[in-house]
């Protein structure tokens, strides 16, 4: 199977907790520095999701976008909460999809007052139009906010700074009026997450559902009242999108493989003659006289040798864990993810393997910092890895 993979990062808890309530079977992954992720599926899609938690502000945000980025090599970026409109249009409870990202705060002062210099990124056109698709079907919403009005879907620039707008007459409301007329929502992390995306070449959808409207009237009160139902809606638009590109992905991944099978692809395991004088350059895995034997799969370990593996790796960890090492928690989601390989390994491939690396990826995640155990993994992953 196809590792389709979406990173989906949040500031708040609120947030992240309306994504993972939408996640099947959530596991913990510990990236070596610390930073947890909980990886999931979807429940109408063979997508898996990585689930993190930025805090808040553009900084943080573009930090653990890039350690996320590096860690799970996504398809695709998603950063899904809550902000502020800036325009009528946008009611409270709806959702607003970016199709670009300003960087506001960026300019030069100078005598006759501050001249704008910002940072823009448009989203991926892919993602646009698949949104875009969404909307018009409406195909995405699963929860109606207090006051039974449905919410809808808008598309426009987001514009992310570093504070908390909420007034219609600040120096800087103003500024953002007049500069940035054309944003409809304002928040903290998008910039930061964009960035990230193009210094890594992985394309960022940013999805906001509206909780005020950054104009004063922002409290307490009425963030208890519109946050958990602007993040859910936001959330389930974040899933539809995530599961439309899955299945746009695999069409793609099936029609790049027949047409590799109509060109006459040589399968592995193919022999070359060269019977005639002359060089050929070639890539071979075996060189025999001129007979070529060219195999462009590694030969996968048997499964015996990989239970081996799984059992040794066990028996490591049960002595961490008996030395200290590994804390009690940490040693359960540990145990469930070698539980999880080991009936993966009584499977069929190709989903079975899918599913044991995944495993695996995440057993490195928690024990990235005990050296035994992670060569371990190691080898397994790699072992495991030749399956597919």
């Avoid at 070596?32 to 930025?54: I, Q, S």
């Avoid at 100078?110 to 079907?137: M, N």
Wanted: proline share 4%; net charge negative.
């Amino acid at each position: 199977m196809t590792d389709n993979t979406v990173v989906m990062l949040t500031a708040l808890n609120l947030e992240y907790e309306a994504v993972r309530q939408k996640l099947v079977d959530p596991g913990i992954h510990r990236h070596e520095r610390g930073t947890r992720f909980e990886v999931g599926a979807l429940p109408r899609a063979r997508c898996r999701v990585a689930l993190g938690l930025t805090g808040k502000g553009n900084h943080s945000a573009a930090v653990l976008a890039e350690r996320a980025m590096h860690e799970f090599s996504p398809k695709l970026m998603m950063f899904v909460g809550v902000a502020g409109a800036l325009r009528e249009s946008a009611q409270l409870g709806d959702v607003v999809m970016a199709t670009h990202i300003y960087a506001y705060h960026g300019g030069t002062s100078e005598d006759d007052g501050l001249k704008a210099r910002p940072r823009v990124w448009e989203v991926a056109h892919e993602i646009s139009q698949i949104a875009s698709h969404l909307g018009r079907t409406g195909d995405w919403a699963d929860r109606i906010p207090p006051g039974d009005r449905a919410p809808q879907l808008h598309f426009g620039a987001i514009a992310a700074g570093e504070v908390v707008q909420n007034s219609q007459i600040s120096y800087q409301a103003e500024w953002i009026r007049n500069i940035y007329n054309d944003a409809l929502a304002i928040e903290m992390e998008a910039a930061g997450v964009a960035q990230a995306g193009h210094l890594n070449g992985s394309p960022v959808a940013v999805i906001r559902g509206i909780s005020d409207r950054a104009d004063g009237t922002k409290t307490t009160e009425t963030d208890a009242d519109w946050q958990p139902a602007a993040a859910a809606n936001a959330a389930a638009l974040a899933v539809r999108l995530a599961e439309e590109l899955t299945s746009e992905w695999e069409q793609a991944a099936m029609h790049d493989a027949n047409s590799a099978r109509g060109r006459g692809t040589a399968a592995t395991g193919s022999v070359v003659n060269n019977n005639t004088a002359g060089q050929v350059g070639i890539q071979a895995g075996t060189v025999i006289g001129s007979n070529v034997s060219m195999s462009a799969q590694p030969t996968p370990e048997p499964a015996a040798g990989l239970i081996t593996k799984l059992d040794e790796l066990r028996a490591s960890l049960t002595r961490e864990h008996a030395a200290g090492n590994l804390r009690d928690d940490e040693f359960a989601a540990a145990q469930a993810e070698l539980d999880t390989a080991g009936k993966a390994l009584e499977g069929d491939a190709p989903q079975a393997t899918s599913t044991l690396v995944l495993a695996l990826k995440r057993l490195r995640g928690l024990v990235g910092d005990l050296a035994e155990p992670a060569a371990k993994v190691a080898a397994f992953l790699a072992a495991a890895q030749g399956l597919s």
